[in-house]
């Protein structure tokens, strides 16, 4: 990696998966909050673990609607690009019969990806690389889709993202994107959110210029449609269960709090108030390589 990339590596990581005040690594404390959970760390359901392997606006609703409307089918080959703990990577799996490897730069969230996808039995259709999304170390043409949501606005160099989402492409392939980007409302972002403490690590750019990299990239627009009035809602909503009104057996399950810290509930309030005030915009779409 070059030093630039390992720069963005470490921020990436620090902000993500940071290890707590004991020195406790992610996978360690995940496995204990499930222990406490009354779940055993090696066997667990997709529903026990949702609380964690989905780290997007709209969870798995979002995931299962940008699926639909890219129509992931049965032994189609995804590269799911920003996998974080592969909760979508596992979801194309077990619901669309995809076979799919996951990359993300964080390597905390690598290391819980593949030991949640062992303990929930998608280990055989999933596997998880620690790696740059510019350099992804797979041959060229050997994706039929390449699915990412919520990772670009972590990537300042976009472009060379998007080439090499061309290269490993098949010809006539999709990429199928869930993407926040930026709003017409140009004040400063209410910070922190969950991608960024600081605009360190924030690489957010309007609807406009990413869809102008795409086609410079060598992507055709299929469907694009701004999905932020259902992101808000379900923003909204998270922020009442957060509040406590959430039922017990789901408050004793690990959720994101693990994962970000303990300011979480403080950075969904503040995505959901981003949201609102039309600082930043959610996008879903799909594009297909030329």
């Given at each position: 990696m070059s030093d630039a990339t390992l720069d963005l590596s470490r921020r990436l990581n620090d902000h993500y998966a940071a290890p707590d005040s004991a020195g406790s690594g992610l996978v360690a404390r995940l496995r204990d909050a499930f222990r406490q959970a009354g779940q055993d760390p090696e066997r667990l359901s997709l529903d026990a673990v949702a609380g964690i392997d989905q780290l997007h606006l709209g969870g798995r609703t979002a995931s299962r609607s940008l699926a639909t409307l890219g129509g992931v089918s049965p032994g189609e080959r995804v590269l799911d690009v920003g996998c974080g703990t592969g909760g979508a990577s596992r979801l194309l799996a077990a619901e669309y019969g995809a076979t799919v490897t996951g990359v993300d730069i964080t390597t905390a969230f690598v290391e819980v990806a593949g030991w949640l996808s062992a303990a929930t039995g998608f280990d055989e259709r999933t596997r998880f690389l620690c790696t740059d999304a510019a350099a992804v170390p797979l041959p060229d043409g050997s994706v039929d889709v390449v699915w990412c949501q919520h990772a670009l606005m972590n990537m300042p160099q976009v472009p060379r993202v998007l080439a090499e989402w061309?290269?490993?492409?098949?010809?006539?392939?999709?990429?199928?994107?869930?993407?926040?980007?930026?709003?017409?409302?140009?004040?400063?972002?209410?910070?922190?959110?969950?991608?960024?403490?600081?605009?360190?690590?924030?690489?957010?750019?309007?609807?406009?210029?990413?869809?102008?990299?795409?086609?410079?990239?060598?992507?055709?627009?299929?469907?694009?449609?701004?999905?932020?009035?259902?992101?808000?809602?379900?923003?909204?909503?998270?922020?009442?269960?957060?509040?406590?009104?959430?039922?017990?057996?789901?408050?004793?399950?690990?959720?994101?709090?693990?994962?970000?810290?303990?300011?979480?509930?403080?950075?969904?309030?503040?995505?959901?108030?981003?949201?609102?005030?039309?600082?930043?915009?959610?996008?879903?779409?799909?594009?297909?390589?030329?």
């Open positions: 061309r290269r490993l492409l098949v010809p006539g392939g999709r990429v199928l994107l869930h993407e926040v980007v930026a709003g017409d409302n140009a004040e400063p972002l209410a910070l922190p959110v969950p991608w960024a403490r600081s605009e360190a690590t924030s690489h957010l750019r309007r609807r406009e210029s990413l869809e102008r990299c795409l086609v410079l990239a060598g992507f055709a627009a299929e469907q694009v449609r701004d999905v932020t009035e259902a992101a808000l809602a379900w923003r909204q909503s998270r922020s009442d269960r957060e509040r406590g009104a959430a039922p017990a057996a789901a408050q004793n399950l690990p959720g994101p709090a693990l994962l970000f810290g303990d300011d979480f509930p403080l950075m969904g309030r503040n995505l959901r108030d981003n949201l609102a005030a039309g600082k930043v915009r959610i996008l879903e779409g799909v594009w297909q390589r030329r």
